[in-house]
């Protein structure tokens, strides 16, 4: 019987191992860093706008009260509701927006609201892109929302029968500022919209859809506002 002798290959030796592999990783790290295409995204440029405004109609104003609030959470846990007599002086008290040093203010998201709400004014321009490119800024406020001040007459309490409920009627008492005025912190991206377009949509919100109560946008007439060509309008490059 013929025996044919067994064939061994030889082992690669550890030094030519290495190096294979470190001529791999520099051939993918070459292929990896290589990018043909690279992606630059550029930081978006804003603007800020102070923008004066003054009001064209009275502004009725109503603060969601700490006490409201309160008989809401009790009605939702089954608390009975202790019926009190009715303290106008109070409730009027309560309505108001105010700073911590006892300024009065109007939440910066109503008139932010007010300008993208006018996007129905325009053809070709969204809400959703508004919400999005568009800002009002202002200073906290003893509840913690952002407050743009209200400057002008001293309020007045005004009296109005509301409906509540199935049919029923109650009697409501809030702050009328009846001159009065404001300078709206505006700011907005550059590359989506023109000083020119801000302006354009603070104005047409104002005619049109309104701050505050019974304003046009919910079937009234107070609210409104145009801005004020006798202050001057400031603009900060951001």
Partial sequence: MTTEAATVKPKTSGARTATKKATTLAKSATVKTAVPNTLEITRLQTEIMYVPVIGTAPLLVHRF??????????????????????????EYEAAF???????????AIGFKDCAVSAARFYNGVTM????????VNGELGVDGQQLIEI???AAIMREDVVRVGMGGTDLRY???????????????????????SVLSLLDAGGMGV??????PEKGGDMGTFTIDENRELVIVEN
């Avoid at 927006?97 to 939440?107: K, M, Q, T």
């Fill in 151 to 153: 400057e002008g007459d």
């Fill in 97 to 107: 927006y105010r700073f911590v040093d006892g300024r009065f203010g109007f939440p």
């Fill in 65 to 90: 009260s700490e006490k409201a609030k309160l008989q809401m959470l009790n009605a939702m846990q089954g608390i009975k509701k202790v019926k009190e007599n009715k303290d106008p002086k109070a």
């Fill in 128 to 135: 959703v892109l508004l919400r999005q490119v568009l800002f």
């Fill in 210 to 215: 309104g701050v505050g109560e019974w304003r």
């Fill in 174 to 196: 809030r702050p009328q500022f009846t001159n009065w005025q404001a300078t709206l912190k505006v700011r907005y991206i550059k590359s989506q919209l023109s000083k020119e």
